[in-house]
């Protein structure tokens, strides 16, 4: 079955930028399904990020979107996330999780699949 | 765009039932039978218990089920076990294709 694993730094400067990776295993990163990224600061909620489709279209938070690039690496069925500019409030675990969403289809929309999860400090 | 508001704990004693109420706006939960609900243990990833507001997915329980009434959604949980102690969230699919989690539910098994 299809499996998600996100790797990066676990340790980003202040204003610097976070970089992960979302590694889909089990199954292609180009079915029809979005991919998204979801994180949850230390003891709080969940926050969605943004989300891609292998086409290359994206949908962002808007109260995150002036920092945030998802991408897709075809080549090696994964999709990374981007997060620039960030500051101690950006510290979190960060998830890379499967939206049973296709294409151009408003049903089904939830997450089915999630990684373990990575958590990312930001400290200098 | 503002998190869905739910309850920031519930409670309830094996055996019984319990339900958790997720309110949005004509924006997202009353626009849309995209709801969905999680399942979070500490330390853990969350878990799909609910979908398009109340379906299942294979292998989860029948104890779980979920509803909508205008822009509130709700879920409920009958004959509480101790292993469904976790925080729950809700979620919305919402305007200009985008996602919104409620700010999560601790459940409290007694």
């Known amino acids: 079955q299809v499996q998600l694993q996100e790797s990066g730094p676990g340790l980003v400067k202040p204003s610097g930028t976070l970089s992960l990776t979302c590694a889909v295993s089990g199954g292609s990163i180009t079915s029809n399904n979005w991919w998204s990224w979801v994180r949850q600061p230390p003891g709080k909620g969940l926050e969605w990020i943004g989300e891609m489709y292998h086409s290359g279209s994206t949908n962002y938070n808007p109260s995150l979107k002036s920092r945030v690039t998802i991408s897709v690496e075809k080549s090696r069925n994964q999709f990374s996330l981007k997060l620039s500019s960030v500051t101690a409030a950006d510290t979190a675990v960060y998830y890379c999780a499967r939206d049973l969403r296709g294409w151009l289809v408003l049903s089904l929309s939830a997450f089915d699949i999630w990684g373990q999860g990575t958590m990312v400090t930001v400290s200098s | ?110």
């Open chain 2, 1 to 110: 765009q503002s998190a869905l508001t739910q309850p920031a704990s519930v409670s309830g004693s094996p055996g019984q039932s319990i339900t958790i109420s997720c309110t949005g706006t004509s924006s997202d939960v009353g626009n849309y039978n995209l709801v969905s609900w999680y399942q979070q243990h500490p330390g853990k990833a969350p878990k799909l218990m609910i979908y398009e507001v109340s379906q299942r997915p294979s292998g989860v329980s029948n104890r779980f089920s979920g509803s909508k009434s205008g822009n509130t959604a709700s879920l409920t949980i009958s004959g509480l076990q101790a292993e469904d102690e976790a925080d729950y969230y809700c979620c919305s699919y919402a305007a200009s294709s985008t996602s919104i989690f409620g700010g999560g539910t601790k459940l409290t098994v007694l």
